[in-house]
């Protein structure tokens, strides 16, 4: 659903009544609150899942603030070509995600 997606990928929220006045009557705030349910219940929570390159931006707001920003830059460039050329690498293939 809408409410879902923008949950995951805005990183401001949305009220569930913004929402049902956006649909203009159509839907109200507790029917995309059990459609969301159901769509969330029937993938087994299985959404989003992190990335590679999620992981790496997370891993680089840890640095130290003394580290330049163009170091930051070089570092997240080497680290995603690294990530990219391991998909070419079919030992990694294998390996089965983390749960």
């Not at 009557?25 to 929570?45: A, R």
């Not at 299985?46 to 840890?62: A, D, K, R, V, Y």
Request: net charge negative; proline share 6%.
């Amino acid at each position: 659903t809408l409410h879902i997606a923008i949950k995951i990928h805005e990183v401001r929220k949305i009220k569930l009544t913004t929402l049902a006045n956006l649909s203009r009557g159509q839907f109200g705030p507790k029917h995309i609150e059990e459609m969301e349910w159901m769509v969330l219940t029937s993938l087994n929570w299985h959404i989003h899942p992190p990335t590679s390159m999620s992981f790496l931006s997370h891993l680089l707001l840890l640095l130290p603030p003394q580290v330049s920003d163009s170091s930051k830059e070089d570092i997240y460039a080497l680290s995603r070509y690294i990530t990219e050329l391991s998909v070419c690498d079919s030992s990694f293939v294998e390996i089965n995600p983390s749960a």
